[in-house]
């Protein structure tokens, strides 16, 4: 078992745990773990945009599942949706 398959089983477990418990950012971060490559030559420029991949993974499924948070979407709230106290 090499190093990618380690990171290929752990971002699996890291995305499940996160769906069972509606954590999306460990979902997104796992997803992203799970299809991230063996990139060596890369390592500098992998840590650098990491926060921004797991932010536009983290969007991605937030779209997926119809969910919406102001922190992490730019977008308009739409006029029948009311914040909760």
Request: aromatic fraction near 4%; hydrophobic fraction near 30%.
């Amino acid at each position: 078992m090499g190093a990618k398959d380690g990171d290929d089983l752990i971002g699996k477990l890291e995305e499940k745990v996160g769906w069972l418990t509606a954590d999306r950012e460990a979902e997104a971060k796992g997803k992203l773990r799970r299809l991230g490559g063996d990139d060596a030559d890369d390592a500098d420029d992998a840590e650098e945009s990491e926060p921004e991949a797991a932010d536009t993974a983290q969007k991605d499924l937030r779209g997926t599942y119809g969910e919406y948070d102001p922190a992490v979407d730019d977008e308009p709230v739409a006029k029948d949706v009311r914040p909760s106290d």
